[in-house]
């Protein structure tokens, strides 16, 4: 699987918008761009997948640049609830997810 | 209520024990995996299997073994092989190229 690079920490202020950057220039035709989170002590938590188009759910978007070498996660009205790590990751969806050390997101009052 | 249970919460075993930690899911999913988690590390890959009956070592299995008798069940079991077991692990389950669900985890301490 391909590997990613996200920026070690980010603040965000409560109700502004999360823009949470990764990078994964060897991305194959095949992988998906994969996103969870884990708040401190808990098991990790699905928030978005994608291939090549933009997507959206209940919880966040995320885009993906046409050449798919990077993608943002975007989380539109940050709370103190979304302080968490987040991983990027890239997967295939035959093999078992390859996490990194993600990004530690703090959302301030 | 559907979901993937870890048992025990907190685990603490004596230098030399085997301890067995316990994951079951009841949402028909193919593939069980094991992580194991340092402080503020990502997770790394112990076992996991894509079927009933097999499984394949991750990238740090030396010291733990599995079974995979059942579907809903995949137990890990932490040997005294493996020399610094302290940590937290991470089970999950996943149908075949779609997201992973992940347990609450269970925090393992040698005393």
């Known amino acids: ?85 987040y991983y990027c990751i890239v997967n295939s969806g035959n093999t078992p997810l390859v996490f990194g050390k993600g990004t530690r997101l703090s959302v301030i009052a | 209520d559907g979901g993937i249970t870890q048992s025990p919460k907190y685990l603490f075993r004596k230098e030399g024990q085997n301890v067995t930690l316990s994951c079951e899911q009841n949402l028909n999913h193919d593939a069980m995996y094991w992580y194991r988690q340092d402080p ?40 005294s092989a493996q020399k610094n077991p302290t940590a937290f692990y991470l089970c999950a389950s996943s149908r075949t190229r779609d997201k992973a669900f992940f347990g609450q985890g269970t925090r393992l301490t040698v005393v």
């Open chain 2, 40 to 79: 503020g590390q990502g997770l790394r890959l112990i076992y996991y299997s894509q079927i009933v009956n097999d499984f394949q070592k991750g990238d740090i299995a030396e010291g733990y073994s599995v079974s995979r008798e059942k579907k809903e069940s995949f137990p890990l079991t932490v040997t």
């Open chain 1, 1 to 85: 699987d391909a590997k990613t690079t996200q920026p070690p920490s980010m603040d965000c202020a409560e109700g502004r918008a999360a823009n949470l950057p990764c990078n994964h220039s060897t991305i194959s035709g095949n992988e998906y761009v994969y996103w969870y989170r884990q708040i401190h002590s808990q098991g990790p938590q699905y928030i978005i997948h994608g291939l090549k188009n933009n997507e959206t759910n209940e919880m966040a978007s995320l885009i993906i640049t046409e050449d798919r070498k990077s993608s943002t996660l975007i989380l539109p009205h940050a709370t103190l609830r979304d302080t968490a790590v």
